[in-house]
């Protein structure tokens, strides 16, 4: 089963830092082992909400809202895309990810995750 994990972004990701390079070197060694296990099947970052736009779809007109936006918790930083037989094999690979953050950022360090399944095509149909 597949599942969508949302990285929520923080206050650096929204003003367009980039992570530490040691956190990147440690993520990366991370994502590889995901790759090559087949547990990990995509990700990526998002740039600032600056940079977006938010559009809305009420009574038949699109509203467009550029960024930024109010509330980074609120905010999808980056996302990956991984492959486990539960949700709850899945929920471990995300503490997993999480717990290299505390590792190299330290015990202070917070961050949020969301974790979703996925809804994939009946087989047969593509």
Request: aromatic share 6%.
């Amino acid at each position: 089963m597949k599942f969508m994990v949302f990285v929520r972004a923080n206050t650096y990701s929204e003003a367009g830092e980039p992570p530490p390079p040691k956190l990147m070197a440690v993520i990366g060694k991370l994502a590889e082992e995901g790759f090559k296990n087949g547990t990990l099947v995509s990700t990526g970052g998002l740039l600032p909400s600056s940079q977006g736009a938010r559009l809305r779809l009420s009574n038949a007109k699109i509203n467009v809202t550029d960024g930024p936006f109010a509330e980074a918790k609120e905010l999808v930083g980056g996302w990956a895309i991984i492959q486990a037989k539960s949700r709850e094999e899945a929920v471990e690979q995300v503490k997993a990810f999480m717990k290299v953050h505390t590792d190299v950022m330290g015990p202070s360090w917070e961050m949020e995750c969301e974790l979703r399944g996925m809804a994939e095509p009946p087989r047969g149909t593509s």
